[in-house]
């Protein structure tokens, strides 16, 4: 069996898929998601953000929509990406082994903190 | 300037990459410029675009081209084993690292032959920009044959679409402006625009300009910076337009009415709400010779209704004639219907009363949002001035005079507002301002609010 491109799947995969469940966005939008999901953490530039939605594209766990504007961004056409439920099954799996690592490190005692 | 470097910047990337997200990488530079201003935001804006530049630079330069073919459509990806990268293995760390040093050289040649940058010969041809069925106008109803502008520019054959020289720029430019002079409304404003447009050209403004999409948009954007005109727009075509207007095209037509069936004909919900309020969700108003079943049925459904409910926060406009067609069934006499692209005529009123009709009487109230826009805004301006609706929303987009297409060349066009109605209830209309509600309220909440209105008002009834 060939490896998959995502696998093990990249953070700024991740963070992309994790933007698009709640609604269509365009690039800028899912830039701003990310942004806003991780704190600023991790701002995707137009590099990393386009080649991640590119492979995310070839592996059929995103979508694009007709082009539309942002009635916030002015009048220009912007191509919207959407999540496909391979997309959505992919996030949902990498959430729980996430989640599998954190029960574990719990166990092991090694965080600090009340928030986790 | 930051957009010129950072479009120099873009060219390092292989050509698979721009073809397909050059545009929306420098919209995204764009809207991040705009987003992020003063010193200490533009700068880790440009940390991050370096940053970015470093790490994604390589892994495009490794990434297998052919995979780029089906990047496009992943609905024909299905079973094609283009899926899988072409290795069990990941690259070892030798090849990364001579990769990763390829790149480097690369990066520093390219930088260092930026100065002397021509329009490559290896260039390919872009895929950005819109398709002629896509442009802005294809909400509007078919346009009339439309004979070959006197002002246009005779069609020559475009010999490197992606790699536009100052003569092919002015030769469009040219085009432009002849036929913004011949038709535009605002003859005032069409001798601007043409100063503004040879201005700008003039002052270099368009070198930037990476590919015919882009120098259409900007030219767009030049104009508007005499009059924000949303129906004034100039296009690309990566394949060549047709000699005749699209709409004229059998093929055209019979696309739209394909899609028309699969859409409902834009009806995408009518029900009868509790307390027996008609509701309509309607996404444009599409060529009543193709929709007047759908729609009349649609109406036929609501007919006995208490209260209606359009909802057009997502219409985006299309045929006055449908708009004044569902106008008809709200009035049980004939009314003058302003429509800004046509001079008053006799069928300037409307088909009331229709029918076996019941609405003529009936409350009326119509959501909108910032996308309400065009044909949609007609609906409501007029029923605002006649005070037969009550709107509830936020004020919408200000597309009152619709244009017609003119063809500069075999790739660019241009599509003008040409004709300005007398409107007899004052002496503006909604182009550019929009139609303001009546009640204004966030468009998610429009539903809501319509409801309570039209309860209360059934209440008191």
């Known amino acids: 069996m060939p490896k998959r491109k995502l696998d093990p799947l990249p953070s700024a995969a991740f963070q992309i898929l994790l933007a698009l469940v709640g609604e269509d966005l365009h690039g800028y939008g899912i830039m701003r998601q990310v942004a806003e999901q991780t704190e600023n953490r991790m701002r995707l530039g137009p590099g990393t953000l386009y080649s991640s939605i590119r492979v995310l594209l070839e592996e059929g766990l995103i979508e694009e929509c007709d082009p539309r504007e942002d009635a916030r961004l002015g009048e220009e056409r912007r191509r919207y990406y959407r999540l496909t439920s391979a997309g959505r099954k992919l996030a949902r799996s990498e959430a729980e082994r996430l989640a599998d690592l954190l029960r574990v490190a719990r166990a092991k005692k090694i965080l600090r903190g009340r928030y986790v | ?461």
């Open chain 2, 1 to 461: 300037m930051s957009e010129k470097l950072y479009a120099w910047l873009l060219r390092l990337y292989p050509s698979h990459f721009r073809e397909t997200y050059g545009d929306e990488s420098l919209q995204l530079f764009r809207d991040r410029a705009r987003d992020e201003k003063g010193f200490l935001p533009r700068l880790r804006l440009w940390l991050d675009l370096l940053l970015d530049a470093t790490i994604s630079l390589p892994r495009e330069y490794l990434h297998i081209p052919s995979a780029r073919v089906v990047a496009s459509g992943p609905q024909h990806l299905n079973g094609i084993p283009t899926f899988y990268v072409l290795q069990n293995a990941s690259p070892r760390p030798g090849a990364l690292f001579v990769g990763g040093l390829l790149s480097l050289v690369t990066l520093a040649t390219c930088w260092a032959s930026l100065g002397h940058y021509k329009n490559p010969a290896n260039s390919q041809a872009t895929e950005f920009g819109y398709a002629p069925g896509e442009s802005r106008f294809a909400e509007t109803r078919p346009a009339p044959p439309n004979p070959p502008s006197a002002a246009s520019a005779a069609p020559r054959p475009f010999t490197q679409p992606d790699a536009l020289n100052k003569t092919e720029r002015k030769r469009v430019i040219e085009g432009a402006i002849a036929n913004l002079k011949a038709h535009y409304i605002d003859k005032d404003a069409a001798q601007k625009m043409a100063d503004t447009l040879l201005a700008h050209e003039k002052h270099g403004d368009n070198d930037a300009a990476m590919d015919p999409a882009t120098f259409a948009a900007l030219l767009t954007q030049q104009t508007r910076e005499v009059k924000p005109d949303r129906h004034l727009t100039l296009d690309y075509s990566q394949s060549p337009l047709p000699q005749q207007p699209l709409g004229r095209s059998p093929e055209v037509l019979a696309h739209y009415r394909q899609e028309m069936k699969k859409q409902n004909c834009a009806f995408e919900k009518v029900e009868i709400l509790p307390r027996n309020i008609g509701y309509l969700k309607l996404n444009s108003f599409p060529d009543p010779d193709i929709c007047r079943i759908p729609a009349m049925a649609a109406m036929t459904y609501v007919n006995h209704a208490d209260a209606i409910i359009f909802d057009l926060r997502d219409n985006r406009g299309g045929d006055p004639a449908m708009v004044q067609f569902l106008a008809a069934y709200l009035f049980d006499h004939p009314e003058y219907w302003y429509n800004p692209r046509e001079n008053t005529t006799e069928r300037s009123w409307t088909l009331s009363p229709v029918p076996g009709n019941d609405l003529a009487d009936k409350p009326v109230y119509v959501l909108t949002s910032p996308a309400t826009f065009s044909g949609a805004e007609q609906f409501c301006y007029d029923l605002k001035m006649l005070k037969r609706a009550t709107l509830i929303g936020e004020t919408k987009g200000g597309g009152a005079h619709a244009g017609v297409w003119h063809r500069i060349d075999d790739h660019f066009g241009i599509g003008i507002p040409e004709t300005k109605a007398i409107n007899p209830y004052s002496t503006g209309d909604w182009a550019e301002v929009g139609v303001e509600p009546d009640v204004k309220v966030n468009p998610a909440d429009a539903y809501e609010t319509a409801l309570k209105l039209a309860r209360n008002k059934l209440k008191k009834n």
